[in-house]
T-cell receptor, first 116, second 115 residues
């Protein structure tokens, strides 16, 4: 149990375009989903926390208008990188949690974004 | 907010030896401490976790200890095998995040197990 999928696994896009990444909890209801960014050989940097049906909470320094997060259901959250630029190239990983009383976060396989 | 420090950043051991990775945290109200293993290009996988009401937890070759007074916790891997080679991350809950379960991650430790 506790499987999280992420799509696409890799995406290459031109500068200025927008890219949508989907995160799904396949066998449980995810009250909370988290979006992370990871640069090579670095730790996981939390970008935002999203709860189903409410606005995401962004970490300091993360532009909410650039990284749009939608958590429309208990099994799906999306991250849209708007007007992507080469510096947005990174590994984006989502995680899902059943709720704070459970604590455990289950990670998706990640999306490698390359902006040309 | 919570801050997590992890060390060492790299660790090289011979197969069969033990490996220990240590983390310290700043907020005494943190109550959940997971350890993740991440292989290159893959997702982080939860390998063991511990809650603040427990001092030690073991799962086969892996164990975690928690010292709440000193605010540090450690991962112990015994009888290491080459397949244990990966990056390991510790984490702690951020008590200031209004019960969202938000985790603060350490910087990571690259473990290399030499055959």
């Amino acid at each position: 149990g506790a499987v999280v999928s992420q799509h696409p696994s890799r995406v290459i896009c031109k500068s200025g375009t927008s890219v949508k990444i989907e995160c799904r909890s396949l066998d449980f209801q995810a009250t909370t989903m988290f979006w992370y960014r990871q640069f090579p050989k670095q730790s996981l940097m939390l970008m935002a926390t999203s709860n189903e049906g409410s606005k995401a909470t962004y970490e300091q320094g993360v532009e909410k208008d650039k990284f749009l997060i939608n958590h429309a259901s208990l099994t799906l959250s999306t991250l849209t990188v708007t007007s992507a630029h080469p510096e947005d190239s990174s590994f984006y990983i989502c995680s899902a949690s059943r709720g704070f009383t459970y604590n455990e976060q289950f990670f998706g396989p990640g999306t490698r974004l390359t902006v040309l | 907010g919570e801050n997590v420090e992890q060390h060492p950043s790299t660790l090289s051991v011979q197969e069969g030896d033990s490996a220990v990775i240590k983390c310290t945290y700043s907020d005494s109200a943190s109550n959940y401490f997971p350890w993740y293993k991440q292989e290159l290009g893959k997702r982080p996988q939860l390998i063991i976790d511990i809650r603040s009401n427990v001092g030690e937890k073991k799962d086969q070759r892996i164990a975690v200890t928690l010292n709440k007074t000193a605010k540090h916790f450690s991962l112990h891997i015994t009888e290491t095998q080459p397949e244990d080679s990966a990056v390991y991350f510790c984490a702690a809950t951020d008590p200031s995040s209004s019960n969202t379960g938000k985790l603060i991650f350490g910087q990571g430790t690259t473990l290399q197990v030499k055959p």
